[in-house]
């Protein structure tokens, strides 16, 4: 009865007597799918013949020049790729453990072998080999994941704030598969003088190369933000810094940034290519801070002088800053997307900025959210 294997291999057999050599060639000659078989007669020979071609190696652990595990350790160095099926006259159960402990996948005694033993033998030790290499491959990934999700857990901000009458929070979900960073980004500061500041950005694209880009213009901010620069400077240093890293002249950053006044009842804003901020003032309606926005995003043009958007906030309120992700996300069916008049209508529904409500509240969110609130109760 002929033997199967699976498809058409190549074999190298490390054998040093030609009758040994004989016979596994007519053993193997009897399967369905005969393999291609080369073979030398020692590891010095083996090693021009070891390349990627070779899928199993059968070595015997007694030849001219090596001997035992010596000889199997020395062909796992030289086919990393490979599986390798031990095969030899030796019936020591001792030898055949250790042997596949130092990594071979099988361990034949020659008297013991015939074609469907070995034609087996080989189909095994193939898959044992793929399923070894899965594993490794699989560590690897996770190891690098978890570093991955440690650098990009450092990179994402602390906000700096001693104020105690300010309620403070965020909602940041990048829209790449399994990442921790995109290109959105945020960041609220205060001030020496009191004075709370606050922006949030988006870089445009998906990829790590945005998400860097992102930490880069958000750590540009906090340090602008802290050595007392405002206003169009700080955003003419930003759009210096945006043109300077960024990777293709096509790359462009919305944003807005905020300073609450350290009364905590006026906010000065600029709304840079960017989804404009809601206000919720006492028991009112949200509204829009800004109707048109205080400039073109960073990144597009030279010499730019941006607005201020100069709001008052009372005594009571609260300030919602997001990026377009938000609104952009589907709502119902699927079909139709939120929209500031969804998001307004989300907030009019409940009385109040809830972000986990809101964001329970869509379909999907198909792009990168950074989202920040910030309440006063009078």
């Given at each position: 009865?002929?033997?199967?294997l699976?498809?058409?291999?190549?074999?190298?057999?490390i054998?040093?007597d030609?009758?040994?050599?004989?016979?596994?060639?007519?053993?193997?000659?009897?399967?369905?799918?005969p393999?291609?078989?080369?073979w030398?007669?020692?590891?010095?020979?083996?090693?021009?013949?070891?390349?990627?071609?070779?899928?199993c190696?059968?070595?015997?652990?007694?030849?001219p020049?090596?001997?035992?595990?010596?000889?199997?350790?020395?062909?796992?160095?030289?086919?990393?790729?490979?599986?390798?099926?031990?095969?030899?006259?030796?019936?020591?159960?001792?030898?055949?453990?250790?042997?596949?402990?130092?990594?071979?996948?099988?361990?034949?005694?020659?008297?013991?072998?015939?074609?469907?033993?070995?034609?087996?033998?080989?189909?095994?030790?193939?898959?044992?080999?793929?399923?070894?290499?899965?594993?490794?491959?699989?560590?690897?990934?996770?190891?690098?994941?978890?570093?991955?999700?440690?650098?990009?857990?450092?990179?994402?901000?602390?906000?700096?704030?001693?104020?105690?009458?300010?309620?403070?929070?965020?909602?940041?979900?990048?829209?790449?598969?399994?990442?921790l960073?995109?290109?959105?980004?945020?960041?609220?500061?205060?001030?020496?003088?009191?004075?709370?500041?606050?922006?949030?950005?988006?870089v445009?694209g998906?990829?790590?190369?945005?998400?860097?880009?992102?930490?880069?213009?958000?750590?540009?901010?906090?340090t602008?933000?802290?050595?007392?620069q405002?206003?169009?400077?700080?955003?003419?240093?930003?759009d210096t810094?945006?043109?300077?890293?960024?990777?293709?002249?096509?790359?462009?950053?919305?944003l807005?940034?905020?300073?609450?006044?350290?009364d905590?009842?006026?906010?000065?804003?600029?709304?840079?290519?960017?989804?404009?901020?809601?206000?919720?003032?006492?028991?009112?309606d949200?509204?829009?801070?800004?109707?048109?926005?205080?400039?073109?995003p960073l990144?597009?043009?030279?010499?730019?002088?941006?607005?201020?958007?100069?709001?008052?906030?009372?005594?009571?309120?609260?300030?919602?800053?997001?990026?377009?992700g938000?609104?952009e996300?589907?709502?119902?069916d699927?079909?139709?997307?939120?929209?500031?008049?969804?998001?307004?209508k989300?907030?009019?529904e409940h009385?109040?900025?809830?972000?986990?409500?809101?964001?329970?509240?869509?379909?999907?969110?198909?792009?990168?959210?950074?989202?920040?609130?910030?309440?006063?109760?009078?």
């Amino acid at each position: 009865m002929t033997q199967t294997l699976d498809v058409p291999l190549t074999l190298l057999l490390i054998e040093d007597d030609a009758g040994d050599a004989f016979l596994v060639e007519e053993l193997l000659q009897q399967a369905e799918v005969p393999p291609k078989l080369i073979w030398v007669r020692s590891l010095e020979e083996s090693r021009a013949r070891l390349t990627s071609d070779i899928q199993c190696v059968l070595v015997d652990l007694s030849l001219p020049d090596a001997h035992g595990l010596e000889a199997l350790e020395e062909v796992l160095r030289m086919a990393p790729h490979a599986a390798v099926l031990v095969l030899t006259g030796t019936r020591d159960v001792h030898m055949g453990v250790a042997a596949v402990q130092a990594g071979a996948q099988d361990y034949l005694v020659k008297q013991d072998v015939d074609a469907r033993l070995l034609a087996r033998a080989v189909r095994y030790s193939m898959e044992r080999k793929r399923a070894d290499i899965a594993q490794i491959n699989l560590v690897q990934a996770q190891l690098t994941a978890k570093e991955n999700a440690r650098l990009e857990r450092g990179l994402l901000p602390n906000p700096i704030l001693r104020t105690t009458t300010l309620e403070h929070t965020s909602r940041y979900r990048p829209g790449r598969e399994r990442a921790l960073l995109a290109g959105d980004f945020f960041d609220t500061v205060e001030t020496a003088d009191g004075a709370v500041h606050m922006v949030v950005g988006d870089v445009c694209g998906h990829g790590p190369d945005e998400a860097a880009l992102g930490v880069a213009l958000r750590i540009a901010w906090r340090t602008l933000v802290l050595a007392g620069q405002s206003d169009n400077a700080l955003l003419t240093v930003m759009d210096t810094l945006l043109k300077t890293e960024r990777k293709s002249p096509e790359i462009f950053t919305t944003l807005c940034t905020v300073t609450i006044s350290p009364d905590q009842c006026q906010a000065r804003m600029y709304v840079v290519g960017h989804p404009s901020p809601l206000l919720l003032r006492g028991d009112g309606d949200p509204i829009s801070v800004s109707a048109s926005p205080s400039g073109p995003p960073l990144g597009i043009f030279s010499g730019i002088e941006w607005t201020p958007v100069d709001v008052r906030l009372g005594e009571d309120w609260s300030l919602l800053v997001y990026t377009d992700g938000l609104i952009e996300a589907t709502v119902g069916d699927g079909s139709d997307l939120l929209g500031t008049e969804g998001l307004i209508k989300i907030i009019k529904e409940h009385g109040q900025i809830d972000l986990d409500r809101i964001i329970q509240g869509v379909t999907e969110i198909n792009d990168d959210v950074a989202a920040v609130l910030v309440s006063r109760k009078g």
